[in-house]
C-alpha cells in the first residue's frame, strides 16, 4: 500500500502563488504516475495535470497550462505542484494521486491511491 499526504494549501490573493506538496510513503516502489486532482465548492472533481514518475513527462488540464507546474523528487518520493497567477476560480481542495489506470485515461480519477486534499483559497 501507499500513503499519500498533501500539505503547503493556505490563503493567497489573486496573481499570488502557492506550492503544494505530497509525499509519498509505504510501498513507493509501486508508483509509476502519479496526478493532481482538485475539487471546487459545487463543482466535480477536475484532472489538473499528471507526472511519470520514471520520466518526468507531464500533461496538464487546458486550464492550468502555463500557469502551474508539476514535478517530482524520486529520491524523497514527493511530488510537487507549483501554482503560480492564481485565480479566485482556482480555489478548491487539492488532491494527489498515484497510478493512474493502466489502459485508460489519466483524467479519469480511477487512481489507485489518494491524498486526504489540502485546500487552496485565492481571494479576489
Do not use: H
Amino acid at each position: 500500500q501507499v500513503q499519500l499526504v498533501e500539505s503547503g494549501g493556505g490563503l493567497v490573493q489573486t496573481g499570488g502563488s502557492v506550492k503544494l506538496s505530497c509525499a509519498a510513503s509505504g510501498r513507493t516502489f509501486r508508483i509509476y504516475a502519479m496526478g493532481w486532482f482538485r475539487r471546487a465548492p459545487g463543482k466535480e472533481r477536475e484532472f489538473v495535470g499528471g507526472i511519470s514518475w520514471a520520466g518526468g513527462i507531464t500533461n496538464y488540464e487546458d486550464s492550468v497550462k502555463g500557469r502551474f507546474t508539476i514535478s517530482r523528487d524520486t529520491s524523497k518520493n514527493t511530488l510537487y505542484l507549483q501554482m503560480n497567477n492564481l485565480l479566485p476560480e482556482d480555489t478548491a481542495v487539492y488532491y494527489c494521486a498515484g497510478n493512474p489506470p493502466i489502459s485508460g485515461s489519466w483524467k479519469s480519477g480511477e487512481y489507485e491511491y489518494w491524498g486526504q486534499g489540502t485546500q487552496v483559497t485565492v481571494s479576489s
